[in-house]
């Protein structure tokens, strides 16, 4: 499991320690080092005769970048040094002089600073950090527009390997916010412990590969902002069935997806759940679609007319494939979602059932939407915020948790990556997707999934003493599965392939894969499955 904690808990968990009088900027810095190091030689074979660039800005985030210049200038390294803030580190400033680094006059044309500046090896930035609100202004923007003007008109492989110093400068730390004028970095060495913004969307993009140092912060009492889950946890959630398990024990999913505009639907939406491994899928829609569901999946039974008559269903998956014009399924949908919540059912709320929500839901539901279905939701219950697909899609957190408040209910938003969050609980963010799941259906095909995964662990989602947080959980295991089956049906191969999905950028080897449709996807989880439950499935 990755997570990220926010800037309060950090700042009062290194509190207490600084007033003890460790030195935290000297572990924070000198690991800096390291990593820029290990990069460079990585890349150029050496780091004697590199030059770095580094950019500083007033606060401590720029000290921690000219006591790792220090190092650096000490090892070789040609270091030049630009200050963009208003003061600089003292300490700090003293330090990397007397190792030798340069400063550059600070002053001088930000178009040539910043051809300077791209013609180095690795530039670490070091403008803020957890101190500053998001959005660099004055000289740092300034000069961070510039150079990436400069980097952008270089050939790829001849661009400098930027290393931000904790988070990408002027990054929304808690809230992941990316606004103009952030230098997207290679890597980002982070100190302590991950902040939210190199997990969440749309920021993370700007975060490369994330390397986390052990200041030593006690962060126990402080509750998890984001949490990815990871192979292992996936498979620690997971239902596996033991002898006494039988189909009605493994979990019965009711689905209520497809309709006569939109009946492949329904096959997806079952196919993935079967494929999962649900006890039971009873499918609850028109017969037409119920008919193309039978011939690919005769183990499905039918479950005709109202909820109470379906028969017994741990769990609902409605509305996929329903289209907004379809008003006698739209109440259908109503009616069995009202009948499911009194009785303490899990739902997965996909598609037509967000236009029939009632006021107030439990957790227990989960809703379903992407960016745009989102936005609508929000517009209808919020409409002085101004909410639309572009702000929900630039501050999904916002947005996320926005939802949550307002219907009570556990909120997954679909995208490249995928947030869930309940009323209570960190934010769930897994990116394991690959760019090719971007097609026709796959949320049809998420939708059976998580319908199957709440079904399968029914009794502890409704039982007493269930954990309020599950639902979200499940959510985030239904999303990285997904994801996961996506990336095995596409080919996508190596950590290259995999980085290359998660950053948008090309990889230096592995496979970044091939198209996909909607239906491998669903087929490629038996497999996938297996292999998490046998340990061999990475990350
Ligand atoms: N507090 C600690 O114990 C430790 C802090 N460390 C480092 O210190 C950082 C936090 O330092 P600070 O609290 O001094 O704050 P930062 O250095 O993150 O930011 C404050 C500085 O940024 C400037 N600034 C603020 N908003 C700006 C904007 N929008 N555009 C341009 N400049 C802006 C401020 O004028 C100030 O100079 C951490 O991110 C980390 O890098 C590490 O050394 C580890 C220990
Ligand atoms: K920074």
Not at 142 to 161: F, N
Not at 425 to 446: F, I, R, Y
Not at 480 to 505: D, L, N, Y
């Amino acid at each position: 499991m990755r997570t990220a904690h926010r800037v309060t808990d950090v700042v009062d968990a290194e509190t207490p320690l600084l007033a003890a009088g460790v030195p935290l900027m000297e572990r924070a810095s000198f690991a800096l080092a390291l990593a820029v190091a290990s990069d460079l030689r990585a890349r150029r074979g050496r780091v004697v005769g590199a030059r770095i660039g580094v950019l500083v800005g007033g606060g401590n985030n720029g000290g921690d970048a000219l006591i790792a210049a220090a190092h650096l200038a000490r090892r070789g390294a040609a270091v030049e040094i630009v200050g963009v803030g208003r003061a600089m580190h003292e300490a700090g400033a003293a330090r990397a002089r007397a190792a030798g680094a340069r400063f550059l006059d600070a002053d001088q044309d930000a178009g040539e600073l910043a051809g300077r500046l791209a013609g180095c090896a690795a530039l670490l930035d070091g403008i803020t950090g957890i101190g500053a609100s998001s959005g660099l202004r004055g000289r740092a923007l300034e000069v961070v527009t510039a150079l990436r003007g400069a980097m952008a008109s270089r050939p790829r492989g001849e661009r400098p390997w930027v290393v931000a110093v904790d988070v990408p400068s002027g990054v929304g730390v808690d809230d992941g916010a990316l606004p103009e004028g952030v230098l997207p970095a290679d890597r980002t060495v982070t100190m302590g412990t991950a902040k939210p913004a190199l997990l969440l969307p749309p920021a993370e993009v700007a975060a490369g590969e994330v390397t986390t140092v052990a200041l030593g912060l006690d962060l126990t009492g402080a509750s998890h902002a984001v949490v990815r889950l990871e192979a292992g946890d996936l498979a620690e959630e997971w239902a596996v069935p033991g002898p006494a398990d039988h189909k009605y024990t493994r979990g019965v999913l009711g689905i209520a997806a497809g309709s006569d505009t939109y009946p492949g639907a329904a096959v997806l939406a079952t196919s993935a759940a079967v494929r999962a491994g649900a006890g039971m899928v009873r499918y609850a829609g028109p017969d037409a679609a119920a008919a193309q569901v039978l011939t690919r999946h005769p183990e499905v039974v039918r479950g005709l007319g109202e909820a109470d008559q379906v028969g017994r269903v741990q769990a609902w998956l409605l509305g996929s494939g329903v289209g907004a014009g379809d008003t006698e399924r739209l109440a259908w949908l109503e009616r069995t979602l009202t009948h499911a919540v009194e009785r303490g059912i899990p739902v997965v709320a996909d598609a037509g059932a967000l236009a029939v929500l009632p006021e107030r839901l439990p957790a227990t539901v989960l809703l379903t939407p992407h960016a745009g279905e989102l936005a609508g939701l929000l517009a209808a219950r919020d409409p002085r915020a101004g909410w639309d697909r572009a702000r929900v899609e630039a501050l999904p957190v916002r947005a996320l948790r926005r939802a949550v408040d307002l219907t009570g209910a556990t909120v997954l938003l679909k995208g490249a990556t995928t947030l869930v969050a309940g009323p209570s609980g960190p934010v769930h963010s897994q990116a394991e997707a690959t760019p090719w799941l971007g097609t026709a259906g796959a949320g049809d095909v998420l939708a059976g999934l998580a319908g199957m995964v709440l079904a399968s662990r029914a009794g502890d989602l409704t039982g007493a003493g269930a954990d309020p947080e599950l639902t979200a959980r499940l959510g985030a295991v239904a999303a990285s599965v997904h994801g996961r089956a996506a990336r095995r049906a596409a080919g996508v191969e190596g950590a290259a392939g995999v980085e290359a999905s998660r950053t948008r950028r090309a990889p230096a080897g592995g496979s970044v894969g091939g198209p996909i449709t909607a239906l491998d996807v669903a087929e490629a989880l038996p497999s996938v499955i297996r292999d998490l439950l046998d340990g061999t499935l990475g990350g």
